[in-house]
């Protein structure tokens, strides 16, 4: 003998619709936090290479200068060394500067720490208002 709960059918009626409904939406969103989750973690690999990145750059960056500086300096004439000098560091505070400018662009994304993330969600949004017109 069965039970009346399954002679109606288990597909049918409203409270299996919305156990459908809410599982669908459970995936969803798990498959919405999974996606948050690598962006997050694609977003530090990228932020952690520009700086390994930067800082060798700058490492490298200084011992050229220095070398440079110096051998400038030993090949102006005496009198001139001091102009040289201040020459020179306006010159490498300038490129300094320029770079600080170059790092800052390099570092932000044009379409946002979670473009990918938010992309999805307005097709969900789109899909859920298309349906439910």
Do not use: I, N
């Amino acid at each position: 003998m069965s039970s009346p709960a399954t002679d109606d059918g288990a597909g049918s009626g409203l409270k299996p619709a919305l156990q459908r409904l809410g599982g669908h939406l459970l995936v969803l969103l798990q498959l919405r936090l999974e996606l948050l989750g690598t962006e997050l973690e694609a977003e530090k690999l990228r932020l952690v290479s520009a700086l390994v990145t930067a800082l060798l750059a700058v490492m490298l960056v200084m011992a050229a200068v220095v070398m440079l500086s110096l051998a400038l300096l030993l090949l102006s004439p005496e009198g001139w060394r001091w102009a040289v000098a201040l020459g020179l560091c306006l010159v490498y505070a300038g490129l300094g500067y320029a770079m600080l400018g170059r790092a800052r662009d390099r570092l932000q994304s044009p379409d946002g720490v979670f473009a990918a993330s938010a992309a999805e969600l307005a097709r969900d949004r789109d899909a859920l208002g298309s349906s439910s017109s």
